[in-house]
Every structure is written in structure tokens, then in C-alpha cells.
């Protein structure tokens, strides 16, 4: 592969705008380049990207497979048959996401991480994993199998923690033992995310005075002013993690931009209330993402099935959506098009937004001199022509 790229007259996508018939330059991996149109130096491989847009490819903090394979299924071709399904639709770079499950089959799942980029990253980057549970609200689990559902036990988080690379970890922060959790994992540099939890908005505060700084999936799994269980509290209007994401400056959050999970009004909402530098966009994408409609199990193989019906994914009695099967150039076009937001702000969401909340901005997420040549080329329809990361072309 070349050494040194050159895309020419395409729209460049930074994180302050658009910028029309542009030249992005890339050199041994490295972006050395990025602005208005200059002369190509002539040994550099050109590419034409008339009419497409060149942009920092997507960033997935939240994923769980992909093409009929889950990361939970740990075996290297399965590993890289989700990247390689994720890569055709923009993803560099994300963070390979667990169900709830035994915890036997938790560190499988980071040896398999482990395993992957041991390979070389070939198909993206792993950022490490994000542990989805099981340290859940068992009336907040959603489609995690609840015989799998528990509070955190020091013993077993420490083996986590030891196994890595963790980046991030759900958990429910009212739960007992949450606290000496939140806090190991943030002296680890890893981000303690709030989610499937009935927490109250005081609980949310204290959690994130011990470290916790990130919402997952925000209005799914959590509580809200207007639909809580209230959980003994003399006020039944009691704030909970929405109206927290809203309030505090310190938490960060993150959108399932299907059209399933959200309606348009919640989405708009929520973009009016956090902005582009504080929202991620991300798939939360199961195996049945690129797959007819079926059947197809969420987490392990033998987890809780999911039944894919018009690219909408529930579990069997319909009572919880399991995930989704939309991926990230589908999730970054229908938020686009739900909330008319400019396009190379929803990209942002799905890019810089992510890596500025997991800590990796100075290498990842823009298209700035210095950073990755990790780059992609979508057309106005968020379609994706190409994919490099690090300068090699991927799809």
C-alpha cells in the first residue's frame, strides 16, 4: 500500500465545518495536511473525492456485533467478522461490547479483545472493551439475561480490571458495592458510564463525585421525572438519570439513532440540551445487524433471543427492544435527516464526540495534522465509498 495519500477536491469534514474542494494529505499512517486546495506534491496516490465528502471515520463507543457474530462468540473469526462488517459502513475505531453474561464468559471475551489486536487491528482500531453489566438494575436489564444480573462483587471486577483493557463499564450506581467499583475504575483511567438503572438523581450526583462521568444510551434502560418507580422516595416526581444528563455538565451521554429507539421530538430534545460535544452517536448494533429478518440471540449464543422484524429488534414477548441492527452511516443519516442538524455535526457526534469522551482526541476523531489517517469517504446520503485506517484501505 502507499506510504502517502493524497484525496483531492472533496468536502473535508472538520469539527468547526465543511470545507469545499479541499486536499487532505496522509503520510506513513500520519495526516500531515487538511484544508483548502494546494498543490499535490506528485508521489503521493491520489485519490478523487469530487462530490464526496472526507471525513474522520466513525467512532463506536457501544457495539456488539454484526453480520451474524457477536463479540461474545470469541472466536477470532468471528471477532473480525464484526469489524469487518462495521468497517464497510465507516467504523475505525471502536469498543467491543459485552452482554450480560457469566463472568467466565466476560474474560473470554476480553482475551478475545486481547487476541484480536494482537493481530494488528487490522479491520479497526480496538479502543478496549466497554462491559455492559452485569452489575444491572434487574428491572432495568432490557434484553440481558436476568439469571446474569447482579451487584458488584470486588473479587470479580478486580479480575475485569486486571484482564483489560476495560474503557468503559456500565453499571447501575445505586446498587451496594457500586462506589469502591466507580472509583477503581476511574484510577484505572477508564470511564464509569451510568445506565440500566432506576438511580435517582441524587444517587447520580454522588456517583459522579466518585467518578462517574458518562450516561449509556440515553431515555432506554433508565429513569426519568415522569416514569420512575420512585423507589421509596417521599416526592413520586422525583428526578432521575435523564433529567441529570440535562443538568449536570459533568456527564456526557450517547443516542441510538435508529428511528426505533427514539422519536424525533426525544432526539431533538436531547441535542438542544447536551450538543454535539457532549452526545455520541452510537449503533448499539447486535448481530442481527446486516442480516434478513430472524431470529438471532443478543450477547453469547445462548442468550436472550431477539426476533428481527422490519430492522427492529425485541425479544420475544415484544416487552424491550434488543439492541439494534442499524449501523453507524445509517444511525449518523437518520439523525441527520430526524433532527436537521448539519451533516458534519451529526459526524462529529460520531467521531470527535466519542473519542474526546473516552480520552483518545489526541490521536483520534478529526482529521487534524498529527492525528491517524483514519478517513472515510460518504456521499450527502451518508453512503460509505471507502474506508483507511492508519493510510490502509480497508473497504
Not at 139 to 159: A, D, I, M, Q
Not at 302 to 317: L, N, T, Y
Not at 343 to 357: D, G, H, V, Y
Request: with cysteine; net charge negative; glycine share 10%.
Amino acid at each position: 500500500m502507499p506510504d502517502r495519500l493524497a484525496f483531492v477536491h472533496g468536502t473535508l469534514i472538520t469539527d468547526a465545518g465543511p470545507i469545499p474542494d479541499s486536499l487532505l494529505l496522509a503520510e506513513n499512517g500520519r495526516i500531515t495536511y487538511a484544508g483548502p486546495w494546494a498543490e499535490v506534491l506528485p508521489e503521493a496516490a491520489v485519490i478523487d473525492a469530487t462530490g464526496l465528502l472526507v471525513s474522520p471515520g466513525f467512532i463506536d463507543i457501544h457495539i456488539h456485533g454484526g453480520d451474524g457474530s457477536d463479540f461474545m462468540d470469541v472466536t477470532p473469526e468471528d471477532v473480525d467478522r464484526v469489524f469487518a462488517f462495521h468497517a464497510r459502513h465507516g467504523v475505525t475505531a471502536l469498543c467491543p461490547t459485552t452482554a450480560t453474561a457469566s463472568h467466565e464468559e466476560i474474560l473470554a471475551c476480553l482475551d478475545a479483545i486481547n487476541a484480536y489486536r494482537g493481530r494488528g487491528d487490522r479491520l479497526g482500531r480496538a479502543l478496549g472493551a466497554h462491559i455492559e453489566g452485569p452489575y444491572l438494575c434487574q428491572t432495568k436489564r432490557g434484553c440481558h439475561l436476568p439469571e446474569f444480573v447482579r451487584n458488584p462483587v470486588e473479587s470479580e471486577w478486580r479480575e475485569l480490571l486486571e484482564r483489560g483493557p476495560i474503557a468503559t463499564m456500565t453499571l447501575a450506581p445505586e446498587l451496594p458495592g457500586a462506589r469502591p467499583l466507580i472509583e477503581a475504575l476511574r484510577r484505572q483511567g477508564a470511564i464509569p458510564s451510568v445506565g440500566h438503572s432506576e438511580a435517582l438523581y441524587h444517587e447520580i450526583v454522588e456517583a459522579l463525585d466518585w467518578g462517574a462521568s458518562h450516561a449509556t444510551h440515553l431515555y432506554c434502560a433508565m429513569t426519568d421525572a415522569m416514569n420512575n418507580r420512585w423507589r421509596g422516595t417521599p416526592n413520586p416526581r422525583s428526578a432521575g438519570i435523564v433529567e441529570a444528563v440535562y443538568l449536570e455538565e459533568r456527564l456526557s451521554s450517547e443516542l441510538i439513532t435508529d428511528g426505533k429507539h427514539l422519536s424525533k421530538e426525544m432526539m431533538v430534545l436531547a441535542f438542544r440540551n447536551k450538543g454535539y460535544e457532549k452526545l455520541a452517536i452510537i449503533s448499539d448494533a447486535m448481530r442481527g445487524a446486516g442480516m434478513p429478518d430472524g431470529e438471532y440471540t443478543f450477547g453469547p449464543r445462548h442468550g436472550m433471543v431477539a426476533v428481527v422484524k422490519d430492522r427492529e429488534a425485541r425479544i420475544p414477548d415484544g416487552t424491550a427492544l434488543a439492541s439494534s441492527v442499524y449501523a453507524m452511516d445509517e444511525m449518523v443519516r437518520v439523525f441527520r435527516d430526524a433532527t436537521g442538524v448539519p451533516l458534519w455535526q451529526a459526524i462529529r457526534m460520531a467521531s470527535l464526540t466519542p473519542a474526546e469522551i473516552l480520552g483518545v482526541d489526541d490521536e483520534l476523531g478529526s482529521l487534524r495534522p498529527g492525528k491517524a489517517a483514519d478517513i472515510i469517504l460518504l456521499d450527502e446520503s451518508c453512503n460509505v465509498h471507502g474506508t483507511w485506517i492508519g493510510g490502509q484501505k480497508v473497504h
